[in-house]
Protein backbone atom coordinates (compact mmCIF):
# COMPACT_ATOMS: atom_id res chain seq x y z
CA UNK A 1 0.00 0.00 0.00
CA UNK A 2 1.59 3.50 -0.77
CA UNK A 3 1.92 5.55 2.16
CA UNK A 4 3.10 8.91 2.75
CA UNK A 5 4.62 9.70 6.81
CA UNK A 6 5.36 12.90 8.21
CA UNK A 7 7.56 13.87 10.94
CA UNK A 8 5.94 14.90 13.89
CA UNK A 9 4.52 18.08 15.20
CA UNK A 10 7.15 20.97 15.77
CA UNK A 11 7.90 24.46 18.04
CA UNK A 12 10.38 26.55 16.98
CA UNK A 13 10.95 30.47 18.03
CA UNK A 14 10.83 33.37 15.31
CA UNK A 15 14.05 33.19 13.59
CA UNK A 16 14.96 29.88 14.40
CA UNK A 17 16.02 26.85 11.61
CA UNK A 18 13.38 24.16 10.80
CA UNK A 19 13.33 20.86 8.84
CA UNK A 20 10.53 18.62 8.70
CA UNK A 21 10.28 15.39 6.30
CA UNK A 22 8.12 13.19 4.50
CA UNK A 23 8.43 9.45 3.48
CA UNK A 24 7.24 7.49 0.89
CA UNK A 25 6.71 3.62 1.09
CA UNK A 26 4.91 1.19 -1.26
CA UNK A 27 6.13 3.01 -4.64
CA UNK A 28 8.68 3.84 -6.79
CA UNK A 29 9.48 6.86 -5.25
CA UNK A 30 11.74 8.71 -7.62
CA UNK A 31 9.27 8.95 -10.10
CA UNK A 32 6.68 10.74 -8.77
CA UNK A 33 6.58 14.40 -7.84
CA UNK A 34 6.13 15.49 -4.50
CA UNK A 35 4.21 18.37 -3.44
CA UNK A 36 4.37 20.77 -0.11
CA UNK A 37 0.99 22.22 0.56
CA UNK A 38 0.46 24.39 3.88
CA UNK A 39 -2.88 24.92 5.41
CA UNK A 40 -2.98 28.24 8.66
CA UNK A 41 -5.33 27.28 10.93
CA UNK A 42 -8.78 27.65 10.39
CA UNK A 43 -7.82 28.66 6.60
CA UNK A 44 -7.52 27.10 3.05
CA UNK A 45 -4.59 25.45 1.45
CA UNK A 46 -1.88 26.86 0.06
CA UNK A 47 0.51 25.45 -3.05
CA UNK A 48 3.94 25.79 -1.59
CA UNK A 49 5.71 23.83 -4.30
CA UNK A 50 6.96 20.53 -5.86
CA UNK A 51 10.13 18.66 -5.94
CA UNK A 52 11.08 15.45 -8.29
CA UNK A 53 13.35 12.73 -6.06
CA UNK A 54 14.71 11.20 -9.17
CA UNK A 55 16.89 14.27 -10.21
CA UNK A 56 15.95 16.65 -7.32
CA UNK A 57 14.21 19.44 -9.84
CA UNK A 58 12.17 21.91 -7.69
CA UNK A 59 9.42 24.04 -8.65
CA UNK A 60 8.72 26.83 -6.38
CA UNK A 61 5.74 28.78 -5.66
CA UNK A 62 6.96 32.09 -6.76
CA UNK A 63 5.00 33.69 -3.53
CA UNK A 64 7.30 31.22 -1.22
CA UNK A 65 10.55 31.05 -3.02
CA UNK A 66 13.71 32.32 -1.31
CA UNK A 67 12.13 31.46 2.20
CA UNK A 68 11.68 28.03 2.16
CA UNK A 69 13.52 24.99 0.34
CA UNK A 70 12.88 21.00 -0.79
CA UNK A 71 15.45 18.72 -0.80
CA UNK A 72 15.93 14.54 -0.91
CA UNK A 73 16.98 11.85 -0.04
CA UNK A 74 16.88 9.37 -2.24
CA UNK A 75 18.25 6.28 -0.72
CA UNK A 76 15.96 6.39 2.38
CA UNK A 77 12.82 7.76 0.24
CA UNK A 78 12.46 11.25 1.79
CA UNK A 79 11.73 14.37 1.22
CA UNK A 80 12.63 17.27 3.46
CA UNK A 81 11.24 20.98 3.68
CA UNK A 82 13.32 23.28 5.01
CA UNK A 83 13.34 26.89 6.55
CA UNK A 84 16.68 29.00 7.28
CA UNK A 85 14.87 31.23 9.48
CA UNK A 86 10.64 30.85 10.75
CA UNK A 87 8.52 34.06 10.73
CA UNK A 88 5.53 34.32 13.37
CA UNK A 89 3.04 34.06 9.95
CA UNK A 90 4.59 30.43 9.24
CA UNK A 91 2.44 28.82 11.94
CA UNK A 92 0.46 25.92 9.75
CA UNK A 93 -0.47 22.54 9.04
CA UNK A 94 2.26 21.23 6.06
CA UNK A 95 1.11 18.48 3.91
CA UNK A 96 3.13 16.63 1.69
CA UNK A 97 1.39 15.08 -1.49
CA UNK A 98 1.69 12.43 -4.28
CA UNK A 99 0.21 12.98 -7.98
CA UNK A 100 -1.47 9.89 -9.00
CA UNK A 101 0.65 9.73 -12.41
CA UNK A 102 4.26 9.16 -12.41
CA UNK A 103 6.20 12.16 -13.68
CA UNK A 104 3.05 14.25 -13.94
CA UNK A 105 3.45 17.20 -11.31
CA UNK A 106 -0.36 18.12 -12.66
CA UNK A 107 -2.05 15.02 -11.89
CA UNK A 108 -4.61 15.01 -8.80
CA UNK A 109 -2.52 14.37 -5.65
CA UNK A 110 -4.31 11.32 -4.95
CA UNK A 111 -1.49 10.28 -1.76
CA UNK A 112 -1.42 12.53 0.94
CA UNK A 113 0.62 12.89 4.39
CA UNK A 114 -0.56 13.24 7.97
CA UNK A 115 0.43 16.77 7.89
CA UNK A 116 3.23 18.34 10.31
CA UNK A 117 1.88 20.70 12.51
CA UNK A 118 4.37 23.71 12.51
CA UNK A 119 3.95 26.33 15.56
CA UNK A 120 6.17 29.37 15.84
CA UNK A 121 5.58 30.95 18.83
CA UNK B 1 -6.65 35.73 -1.05
CA UNK B 2 -7.24 32.62 -3.67
CA UNK B 3 -6.43 32.48 -6.99
CA UNK B 4 -10.09 30.49 -7.47
CA UNK B 5 -13.16 31.97 -5.91
CA UNK B 6 -15.61 29.76 -4.14
CA UNK B 7 -18.61 30.15 -2.50
CA UNK B 8 -17.68 30.14 1.39
CA UNK B 9 -20.54 28.02 2.41
CA UNK B 10 -23.24 26.18 1.08
CA UNK B 11 -26.13 23.73 2.97
CA UNK B 12 -28.29 21.07 1.47
CA UNK B 13 -30.85 18.59 2.80
CA UNK B 14 -30.37 15.45 2.91
CA UNK B 15 -30.77 13.66 -0.34
CA UNK B 16 -30.54 16.74 -2.10
CA UNK B 17 -28.65 17.90 -4.81
CA UNK B 18 -25.87 20.86 -4.62
CA UNK B 19 -23.23 22.25 -6.84
CA UNK B 20 -19.96 24.08 -5.45
CA UNK B 21 -18.81 26.75 -7.98
CA UNK B 22 -15.25 27.25 -8.94
CA UNK B 23 -14.29 30.36 -10.72
CA UNK B 24 -11.00 31.30 -12.19
CA UNK B 25 -9.61 33.58 -15.31
CA UNK B 26 -8.40 32.72 -19.35
CA UNK B 27 -4.82 32.44 -17.07
CA UNK B 28 -5.46 29.56 -15.12
CA UNK B 29 -8.61 27.25 -15.45
CA UNK B 30 -9.70 29.24 -18.58
CA UNK B 31 -6.52 28.80 -20.22
CA UNK B 32 -7.14 24.82 -20.25
CA UNK B 33 -5.46 23.25 -16.96
CA UNK B 34 -7.33 20.36 -15.30
CA UNK B 35 -9.42 21.32 -12.52
CA UNK B 36 -9.15 18.35 -9.22
CA UNK B 37 -11.23 18.52 -6.27
CA UNK B 38 -10.62 17.64 -2.75
CA UNK B 39 -12.62 16.63 0.50
CA UNK B 40 -11.27 17.34 3.83
CA UNK B 41 -12.74 16.21 6.85
CA UNK B 42 -12.23 18.22 10.32
CA UNK B 43 -8.81 17.41 11.65
CA UNK B 44 -7.81 15.39 8.12
CA UNK B 45 -5.52 15.32 5.33
CA UNK B 46 -7.28 16.61 1.69
CA UNK B 47 -8.68 13.30 -0.13
CA UNK B 48 -8.65 13.48 -4.28
CA UNK B 49 -12.49 13.62 -4.86
CA UNK B 50 -12.35 14.66 -8.34
CA UNK B 51 -9.48 14.62 -10.99
CA UNK B 52 -8.99 16.18 -14.36
CA UNK B 53 -12.22 17.87 -14.67
CA UNK B 54 -14.55 15.00 -14.09
CA UNK B 55 -13.02 11.58 -13.28
CA UNK B 56 -13.72 10.31 -9.94
CA UNK B 57 -10.33 7.92 -8.53
CA UNK B 58 -11.26 4.12 -7.43
CA UNK B 59 -13.43 4.51 -3.82
CA UNK B 60 -15.31 7.85 -4.39
CA UNK B 61 -18.83 7.04 -4.71
CA UNK B 62 -20.77 8.33 -8.14
CA UNK B 63 -23.07 10.61 -6.35
CA UNK B 64 -19.73 13.32 -6.90
CA UNK B 65 -19.31 14.47 -10.22
CA UNK B 66 -17.35 17.28 -11.58
CA UNK B 67 -17.74 19.46 -14.89
CA UNK B 68 -15.23 22.66 -16.26
CA UNK B 69 -16.93 25.11 -18.72
CA UNK B 70 -14.11 27.60 -19.87
CA UNK B 71 -12.91 29.37 -16.79
CA UNK B 72 -14.95 27.80 -14.09
CA UNK B 73 -15.55 24.30 -12.99
CA UNK B 74 -18.41 23.10 -10.54
CA UNK B 75 -18.81 20.36 -8.20
CA UNK B 76 -21.87 18.50 -7.84
CA UNK B 77 -23.03 16.26 -4.95
CA UNK B 78 -26.40 14.47 -5.59
CA UNK B 79 -28.37 12.43 -2.78
CA UNK B 80 -26.00 14.35 -0.36
CA UNK B 81 -25.26 12.27 2.77
CA UNK B 82 -24.05 13.00 6.21
CA UNK B 83 -21.00 12.06 5.73
CA UNK B 84 -20.51 14.54 3.12
CA UNK B 85 -20.52 17.51 5.60
CA UNK B 86 -17.11 18.73 4.91
CA UNK B 87 -14.67 21.44 3.18
CA UNK B 88 -14.32 21.59 -0.36
CA UNK B 89 -11.42 22.77 -3.07
CA UNK B 90 -10.77 23.09 -6.05
CA UNK B 91 -7.41 22.80 -7.53
CA UNK B 92 -5.80 24.14 -10.76
CA UNK B 93 -2.74 25.85 -12.04
CA UNK B 94 -1.71 28.77 -13.51
CA UNK B 95 0.23 30.06 -16.40
CA UNK B 96 3.23 30.54 -14.47
CA UNK B 97 2.73 26.83 -13.67
CA UNK B 98 2.47 27.48 -10.11
CA UNK B 99 -0.80 25.28 -8.21
CA UNK B 100 -3.74 27.55 -7.19
CA UNK B 101 -6.51 26.73 -5.00
CA UNK B 102 -9.82 27.73 -4.28
CA UNK B 103 -10.35 29.76 -0.73
CA UNK B 104 -12.85 26.33 -0.01
CA UNK B 105 -16.70 25.56 0.75
CA UNK B 106 -18.22 24.45 3.89
CA UNK B 107 -20.90 22.26 3.04
CA UNK B 108 -23.52 21.78 5.91
CA UNK B 109 -26.13 19.19 5.48
CA UNK B 110 -29.12 19.90 7.45
Known amino acids: EVHLVQSGAEVRQPGESLNISCKGS????????IAWVRQIPGKGLEWLGH????????KYNPTFQGHLMFSVDKSINTVYLQWNSLHLSETAIYYC???????????????WGQGTSVTVS | QSVLTQPPSLSGALGQRVTVSCTGT?????????VHWYQQLPGTAPKLLIY???NRPSGVPDRFSGSKSGPSATLAITGLQAEDEAYYYC??????????FGGGTKVTVL
Open chain 1, 97 to 111: ARPGRPTDRFYGLDV
Open chain 1, 26 to 33: GYFFSTYW
Open chain 1, 51 to 58: IYPGDGDT
Open chain 2, 26 to 34: NSDIGAGYA
Open chain 2, 52 to 54: DNN
Open chain 2, 91 to 100: QSYDSSLRGV
